[in-house]
């Protein structure tokens, strides 16, 4: 039992390492990629990590099945910039850099859709449902839970989503009312103490592990949905598509139209770097350039391939740039350096 404890909690610190490094960056330039160096050859893992990559950049596992036989055959080479084989607490592993920057224009330019790769945070319910009749069959009902934990782990990385894991406390399991199991369907509720972007629940037994959708109710809590059962790499990827779905964009260039950027809030020649920078990297800009600076505003001259309302909502998800007012023509923004 206090062995079990100890896993557990070593768990959740990975989990809240995750969920407290939870930055924004406007489509990143490059993914670093690293990958156990241990039963595949290097092109192998170069593979994976370019799979990875075009993963994270469509923010969808659906949308890669759907167009694999497409993807696949994407050159590798072409997109990664280097790689190393390194120690890792005594794994062998190797870190791999993919140029996100050029693999998502590539996919633009073959008219799939992208994310804006912003972090999202997952909580996942895992009931751990262990007989205590048998020490045996409890330590290895123990055992599935945290090997269904470390895939868990292993998948959001690979994704680079914040796993959490919300400890089942009393208050918890009364909310859940897991200790009245009839008529579940009507009173099982998840409460929304925990603050995440979406959420599942899996009971994990001896026999199998049964994981389950959750939705939003009228009042505010989530309900689960125990209608069907998932694995859990079919619930995590369901539910974290689902989460990227939200920050899709998609571009148009038959719509392209000349478009101001204002930003105000730029007061040295650092910030002017980092905002250029971080306006550079989006998709919905071309042929981005400074019209004029002065001590009050810099305003940058653009084409906007898209609709202004995903503009809005991309730049309302941003940390560094606060939206002072926007039109079809036009958008004033804050730049924030913290």
């Keep these: ?97 993919v140029d996100s920057k050029s693999l998502r224009n590539y996919l633009l330019e073959n008219n799939l859709s992208v994310t804006s790769e912003d972090r999202q945070s997952l909580s996942a319910w895992i009931l751990c449902k262990a007989e205590l009749q048998s020490k045996a069959k409890f330590d290895k009902t123990t055992d599935k839970c945290d090997q269904v934990k470390s895939f868990l782990i292993k998948s959001a990385e690979e994704r680079n989503v914040d796993l959490f894991f919300p400890i089942f406390d009393s208050i918890d399991i009364s909310f859940l009312e897991l200790e009245q199991k009839t008529e579940i369907n009507d009173i099982a509720y998840l409460n929304n103490r925990y603050n995440s972007n979406g959420s599942f629940y899996c009971e994990v037994t001896l026999e199998r592990n049964n994981c389950f959708n959750t939705f939003d109710s009228k009042k505010k809590n989530t309900k689960i949905n125990f209608e069907k059962r998932y694995s859990p790499a079919e619930i995590f990827n369901k539910v974290v598509d689902s989460m990227q779905e939200f920050r899709k964009i998609f571009i148009n260039k038959d719509s392209s139209r000349p478009f101001t950027v204002v930003v105000k809030n730029i007061s040295s020649l ?14 919905l800009f071309s042929d981005l350039k400074i019209s004029s600076l002065d001590k009050k505003d810099t305003i940058f001259s653009s084409n906007l391939l898209g609709k202004i309302t995903e503009l809005e909502n991309l730049f309302n998800t941003a940390n560094n740039f606060e939206i002072l007012s926007i039109k079809f023509k036009e958008i004033v923004i804050k730049f924030n350096n913290t």
Excluded: C, W
Excluded at 19 to 26: I, V
Excluded at 61 to 70: A, G, H, I
């Design 1 to 97: 039992m206090k062995h079990s404890f100890y896993k557990y909690k070593f768990f959740l610190i990975l989990a809240l390492i995750g969920l407290s490094a939870n930055t924004y960056s406007f489509f990143p330039e490059q993914h670093t990629i690293v990958l156990n160096d241990q039963d595949s050859n290097t092109i192998e893992l170069l593979d994976t990590a370019l799979k990875q990559s075009i993963v994270r950049i469509l923010g969808s596992k659906n949308e890669y099945d759907k167009n694999s036989l497409f993807l696949k055959n994407i050159s590798t080479k072409q997109y990664i910039k280097q790689y190393e084989f390194i120690e890792d607490f005594g794994k062998s592993k190797i870190k791999i850099i």
């Design 270 to 283: 650092e910030d002017y770097d980092l905002a250029f920078r971080e306006l550079n990297k989006i998709v």
